[in-house]
């Protein structure tokens, strides 16, 4: 069964800064999505990028990026210039391809030290 | 409406009373989740529908949690007999065709305490 680890419980960062939350998953599956998604206090969560897994060039949106290590089944956030606004749990997602039951990881909390 | 809609927002009960959470999706999508997000827990899939297709039921804990969506809109998650390990926030998210190419809309969440 495919798993989503997230090992870090709470990050901080300042202001400005840069930081990377971390994500791996377990799947013996070749074809696959990955995601981040963030929930804010409000708890309504909204998507944050999104990668497939055949391609080699890793996402980008604006201030956040990642880095997908396929081999090594990793896929990391990274979060540029942090605003106070981006503190929040933050998701990393896994969904097979063709299928519609997301596996999430337990979260990692964000703390955006001004 | 412009997004997704659950009620109430927050909702105390007593143990072994019956609850029921709604989720109303974006206008037009077919595929609708719901989620139960437990205290340092992440993301536990409940239920999937999707058209008029038999939802999958598999991530139901218990027969006490039973859920529907009338007319391929509306949805209402029930638990009878509610216990104290239920409480946790209920998501709710639709997608339009519920393809991985789309992203999840999410609705805010019932959160739910049992006394």
């Known amino acids: 069964a495919q798993t989503v680890t997230q090992s870090q419980p709470e990050m901080s960062v300042q202001e400005a800064e840069t930081v990377t939350l971390s994500c791996t998953y377990d799947?013996?599956?070749?074809?696959?999505?990955l995601f981040w998604y963030k929930q804010p206090p409000s708890r309504q969560m909204i998507l944050v990028i999104r990668q497939e897994a055949y391609k080699q060039q890793n996402a980008t949106e604006n201030r956040f990026s990642v880095n997908f290590q396929k081999a090594a089944k990793s896929f990391s956030l990274k979060i540029s210039d942090s605003q106070l606004g981006d503190a929040a749990m933050y998701f990393c997602?896994?969904?097979?391809?063709?299928?519609?039951?997301?596996?999430f990881g337990t979260g990692t909390r964000l703390k955006v030290l001004a | 409406g412009a997004g997704v809609s659950q009620s109430p927002s927050n909702k105390v009960t007593e143990k072994g009373k019956d609850v029921e959470l709604r989720c109303d999706p974006i206008?037009?999508?077919?595929?609708l989740y719901w989620y139960r997000q437990s205290l340092g827990q992440g993301l536990e899939f409940l239920i999937y529908?999707?058209?008029?297709?038999?939802?999958?039921k598999s991530g139901l804990p218990s027969d006490r949690f039973s859920a529907e969506r009338t007319g391929g809109s509306v949805s209402t998650l029930t638990i009878q007999r509610t216990q104290q390990e239920d409480s946790a926030v209920y998501l709710c998210?639709?997608?339009?065709?519920?393809?991985?190419?789309?992203?999840?809309?999410f609705g805010s969440g019932t959160q739910l305490s049992v006394l």
């Open positions: 799947t013996s599956e070749s074809d696959y999505y």
């Open positions: 529908f999707q058209g008029n297709s038999a939802p999958d």
């Open positions: 998210a639709s997608s339009f065709w519920g393809d991985a190419n789309e992203k999840l809309f």
């Open positions: 997602a896994y969904l097979t391809s063709g299928t519609y039951k997301y596996i």
């Open positions: 206008s037009g999508h077919t595929a």
